[in-house]
């Protein structure tokens, strides 16, 4: 089938794909499940799918469920028409199972490497992890186990000790409970004004989060 590029909006718009979401990585969902054998069964479900479409997405295996995640056109948020055509077979096929996707279970982690100006640490960062580049500004783990990691310039002035801290992407209507819980577990909210999109958060001891819940409504390509 021809695989033509979308947005996250386009994707949450085509119908059957409820309970997925795009977050960093492409388009994902999670099929809660009773048993070990019982994901097994549905991951054989799933590559079948996927063969039949020309897909080779991502497939977390776990006793308490099934994670799967697909990015058809490669490069940080490529999803097209084919990742529809498999979110609705592979809710079809997870269905006649029992199980439907619970996004409640869905997050994705980033570490957002913030450098001084003119600094470029990628090269550390790649003989630490084991990484490969992906673009210009992000690093990922080429088995698709650890976080992707962005970089980011800061142009503060200050030297001496680096500013890094995570993202935690999660579906947009829940992001906002996700902030609230952070709050309520002795953090503080720094920043704002992009909310509902995002928030910048700190621990007690100035520990930064970014909670992003904006990549499902993004309409850019």
Do not use: C
């Not at 969902?29 to 070990?36: K, L, N, R, V």
């Not at 991951?43 to 776990?62: K, N, T």
């Not at 210009?136 to 801290?165: K, L």
């Not at 409970?177 to 004004?193: H, L, N, P, Q, S």
Request: no cysteine; hydrophobic share 45%.
């Amino acid at each position: 089938m021809t695989d033509d590029s979308i947005t996250p909006a386009e994707f949450h718009a085509a119908g059957g794909v409820e309970g997925w979401h795009v977050l960093y990585g492409g388009v994902q969902a999670h099929f809660p499940t009773a048993s070990f054998a019982h994901g097994a069964a549905l991951v054989a479900a799933v590559g079948e799918i996927a063969a039949a479409l020309g897909l080779e997405p991502e497939i977390d295996l776990r006793p308490e469920g099934v994670t799967v995640r697909s990015s058809s056109l490669g490069p940080v948020q490529g999803i097209g028409t084919s990742d529809v055509e498999l979110a609705r077979r592979v809710s079809l096929a997870a269905g006649t199972v029992g199980s439907r996707p619970d996004d409640t279970r869905l997050h994705t982690l980033g570490i957002a490497v913030a450098q001084g100006e003119g600094a470029d640490t990628q090269d550390f960062w790649l003989a630490v992890l084991g990484y490969v580049r992906r673009n210009d500004a992000v690093i990922i783990d080429p088995h698709g186990r650890g976080p992707r990691f962005w970089f980011d310039e800061v142009r503060s002035g200050a030297t001496g000790r680096g500013r890094t801290h995570v993202d935690v992407a999660v579906p947009n209507e829940h992001a906002e409970a996700r902030v609230t819980a952070a709050v309520a577990a002795g953090g503080r909210v720094a920043i704002d004004e992009d909310a509902p999109h995002w928030w910048g958060l700190a621990s007690s001891d100035n520990h930064s989060v970014d909670i992003a819940g904006w990549v499902d409504v993004w309409d850019g390509k």
